[in-house]
């Protein structure tokens, strides 16, 4: 079983997008199966330099290193995003 990941995770998304709902979910477990302590979901729509850089491609998950992952992704990329093991972009 993965070591239990630390480093903060962001959820950027906004509160109407259902594919942010899925992404959420899929965070939502990994909380509960302990691979993340937690994560903080952002909303985009707040915020306008936010929008602007996230608007096309929500949701997209933001790791503390400046890593960024766009969904959709899978449990298992999911899992390779939390391990740093991940290939996203910066």
């Known amino acids: 079983m993965p070591e239990l ?6 959820l950027y998304g906004t509160s109407a997008c259902h594919l942010c709902e899925q992404a959420a979910a899929l965070l939502d477990l990994a909380v509960q ?16 330099q936010l929008f602007v850089r996230y608007a096309t ?11 960024e992952l766009d969904w959709p992704f899978s449990p298992q ?6 391990d740093g093991d991940d290939g996203g972009q910066v």
């Open 5 to 10: 990941c630390q480093s903060p995770l962001t």
């Open 77 to 82: 990329q999911l899992l390779d995003f939390i």
């Open 33 to 48: 199966e302990a691979l993340i302590s937690h994560y903080d979901a952002v909303d985009i729509s707040e915020d306008e």
């Open 57 to 67: 491609r929500i949701p997209v998950l933001y790791r503390q290193d400046g890593r």
